[in-house]
């Protein structure tokens, strides 16, 4: 009779024993998901840093065409002014 207790008692412990060892895998697996999904948001958090350097440079060359730009209206009305002149 002591040794169906204890048969018993070692079948459920094999029981949880393999019910934990199930979540210890799941709790692997969703930590792979996890690590995953962290290098996707690297990923992403790269390309968006790639692209404000591309348009910050783009902003740079609008400033320096906006300034070329009033240069040349500045000597267009230089020129104006001086056929006017003629």
Do not use: A, F, Q, Y
């Not at 906006?66 to 056929?83: C, F, M, P, Q, Y």
């Amino acid at each position: 009779m002591e040794k169906e207790v204890l048969n018993k008692i070692l079948d459920r412990l094999d029981k949880i024993d393999s019910k934990i060892g199930n979540m210890e895998n799941k709790i692997s697996s969703m930590e792979s998901k996890i690590g995953s999904m962290e290098s996707k948001i690297g990923s992403m958090e790269s390309k968006i840093g790639s692209m404000e350097s591309k348009i910050g440079s783009m902003e740079l060359k609008i400033g320096s065409m906006e300034s070329k730009i009033d240069i040349l209206d500045k000597d267009v009305k230089t020129i104006k002014g001086d056929v006017v002149e003629l």
